[in-house]
């Protein structure tokens, strides 16, 4: 599976490089599409851990520039500021509460924007995403993303994902 390179997802006016609206809707692609393949090497016996990591260091903004992220199903540990923690939510780590996010069995994400900004350094994106387990199943996940620029590469800096209020 090819991912888009994040410098291929800039729109250019000008002199100047804007972040359009399609660059993220493209890097929330290559992102559902990582989240696939790392479940998909995993179902295959394949070397999960190396396409997390290649994900998170594709993606996300690690070793650039601080990363806030809130993972869906984190309670002991609620954020994730470095890459190992990340790769942990991911792709699970004995004696955690991680359990592998991205290795549950994901063979879709689909994106419902409520809104996304962007500027010429920065964007945001909230809305709902699905992930369709292997039965065709779907679950709803709230989330918020934010973007930087960073050397042409566009980068996630902040993920907040959370499951929908039900009240009691």
């Known amino acids: 599976m090819v991912c888009p390179s994040p410098r291929s997802l800039l729109f250019h006016e000008s002199e100047d490089t804007i972040i359009s609206e399609q660059a993220v809707i493209d890097a929330q692609r290559a992102w559902g599409e990582g989240i696939v393949a790392i479940a998909r090497a995993h179902t295959d016996g394949g070397d999960y851990a190396a396409r997390a990591t290649e994900h998170i260091n594709d993606l996300y903004a690690y070793g650039e520039t601080h990363v806030m992220f809130k993972p869906t199903l984190a309670a002991e540990t609620q954020f994730r500021e470095t890459f190992e923690g990340a790769l942990r939510y991911f792709i699970g ?6 359990k592998g996010f991205a290795i549950s069995g994901w063979t879709n994400v689909r994106w419902e924007n409520i809104g996304i900004y962007t500027n010429d350094a920065s964007a945001m994106a909230m809305g709902n995403y699905y992930f369709m387990g292997p039965d065709g199943s779907e679950t709803k996940v709230e989330y918020s993303f934010g973007y930087v620029l960073i050397d042409g590469d566009l980068k996630i800096n902040l ?6 209020y039900r009240p009691e």
């Open 93 to 98: 780590q004995d004696g955690t509460e991680d």
């Open 159 to 164: 993920h907040h994902s959370s499951l929908p």
